[in-house]
């Protein structure tokens, strides 16, 4: 009686640290090294002072919510390389609309969020109906948005966002910043569509393989329409974020930040396969995390800009391959 | 799918059309695509049509459509190398710093730089097949890592001079040569890289192995290719060209800490209006290498329309969806 109830706490346990994305094991790993360097070369702040952790997650938050997008596409076996441009528009869209006006609030955040339902239709529509692939085919849009961003807002005032739209990035619900808030609840709207409903089921499907998908019944290129849509959103509430840190937008914030290539950097990191049909929000929440803690412990030790720069690429190699090179699938 | 239409009567004209038709349709959309955009570009610019501009053309175009042959070898196998661009920069920058303001150490430059391509490229290929990081990735890494180091090796700031027969490879031009008067010295440089990577891809088995590799890794392995090897030599070979394309950027442009950056996705872009398929298992080098001289006339083509530089980009972005949609319709392999 009591083996067999061993027995079965034992495979309940196992099945528990079976469903924790692998990357987490690295996440700690990292955050270890990091705090340990922190003690031994700096000043070991970020075990004693309590904003830093904070601040590891709110300079996650932009990155964080394009990410869950950006995992979502990526299941579908897509790839959203607009999301930086996309950022920027919403950016600029939403200081050059409100221009300082607390009134004019929603008004924005319901058009830059139908400019970003538009955008990802689109890069659907490109992908499933013209049969580019994603890569090329959101290179293309990106580059789109890019040159009419560039030749209609390179130069003069471009509006900014009243204080109380700031609120967003500054100020909090009690010790909890609004901003960790809105990336709890992306993640979790996320994790709810991928895993408890049918759409997620199909998403999946398809990213597995389309064939087989189609010939099941699904309606496919629906399915991933609705993926690049869900991508664009996310970045649109990225670009509301970064726009309510900065003050103002410019055509400049989404590639600086190379959320781009680094959405898809962390969600691979975080488990995502770039073939599709595998993968969560919560593995790429980890990835994210992994940024958040590497960027922290380099300022805390005062790297240099450039090895910084360096150390990541190096990072984030070595966060795939601790897992990947176990994999008996060929990568290429 | 060449069907021979043999008919008793030798003078069927329908059959001879058909037969035409089918070899037209035969075509790469590349070829009409270039010629299309060439007709344009010289309509607006009588220069560009004669030896002369044709010449400058070439100069310019060479460095991306050699990155474009190299990309190829890394896309036809299924992966994508993102770290050419950076290569180019960390080629740049490199070169001047080793030189130093010394002329002699011009073709030193030249030989340290080879073998940093070498290094990264099979690096790349490592990191690819032996710790299966996709190479989107992998190379996304190595983005970072040449691009910071090489920022960390000069210090950020610019240091020294490519001498000048350094900048000659990019920009000179052989005078006197018969019949067309003076040929560029990159258009020399596009032609051995060109014949060479010809050679190995369409002539050796090395081709038919990427290909291979690229359409379905499992199977290669199964049928005894030595899958990992095949993929190192890939990565190398793309590291290599975009070393000899950063040697013709610098020598066209000069140093410059930007010189490199988007080339990458361009060459990409190239290779894919070239006809090469993402994810691998299709591509030739001719038509890659005519994909990024049409990416090139298309730049002058928008130059010459007098367009801004950011409406540049948005057509551009247009024109790269249009043509790989174009040539989709032809060259489906799946959905």
Known sequence: ??????????????????????????????????????????????????????????????????????????????????????????????????QGDPARTPMVIVIVLLTGAFVGLINGLVVTKLNVNAFIATLGTGLVIKGILNGTFSSGSMGSVPKSFQALGYEGFGPVPYSIILLVAVLLIGWFILSWTKYGAHLYAVGGNILIGRLSGLRTSRVLIGAHIISSLTAVFSGLFIVSRLGAGTPWVGPDGIYDLESVATTVIGGTALSGGRGGVFGTLAGVLIFGVIDTVFNQLGVDTYLKMVLRGAIIILAVASYSVRSKREAA | MSIQVEKPTSLNMLGLLANIWAWVRKIPPVYPIFLLIAIGVSQLNPNFATVNGIMAFIRRAAPLVILAMGQLFVLASGGFDLSQGSVVTLTIIGSALIMHNHEEYTYLAIAIMLGFGIVIGLVNGFVVAYLKVPSLIATLGMLLLVKGGGLYWTGGAPKGYLSEAYRFIGRGYIDNVPLIGRFPVSGIVLLVVATILIILFHKTNLGKQILAIGDNAQAAKLSGIKVRQIRMIAFMISAITAI???????????????????????????????????????????????????????????????????YRDAVQGLIIIGAVAYAGLRTRKRD
């Open chain 2, 244 to 310: 000899i394309a950063g040697i013709l950027v610098g020598g066209y442009g000069g140093s410059s800490y930007t010189a490199g950056e988007g080339y990458e996705m361009q060459s990409v872009s190239a290779a894919v209006i070239g006809g090469a398929l993402l994810l691998g298992g299709k591509g030739s080098v001719y038509d890659v290498a005519f994909g990024g001289l049409t990416l090139e006339a298309m730049v002058s083509l928008l130059n010459l329309l007098g367009l801004p530089k950011p």
């Open chain 1, 1 to 98: 009686m009591t083996t067999k109830t061993m027995i079965g706490n034992e495979i309940k346990r196992e099945n528990i640290f079976k469903k924790i994305p692998q990357v987490y094991y690295f996440l700690v790993i990292v955050t270890i090294v990091g705090i340990t360097l922190d003690q031994v070369f700096a000043n070991g702040n970020i075990l004693s002072n309590p904003v830093i952790l904070r601040n590891i997650l709110v300079r996650s938050v932009a990155l964080g919510i394009v990410a869950v997008g950006q995992t979502f596409v990526m299941i579908g076996a897509s790839i959203d390389l607009s999301v930086a441009y996309t950022i920027s528009l919403t950016a600029v869209m939403t200081s050059l609309i409100i």
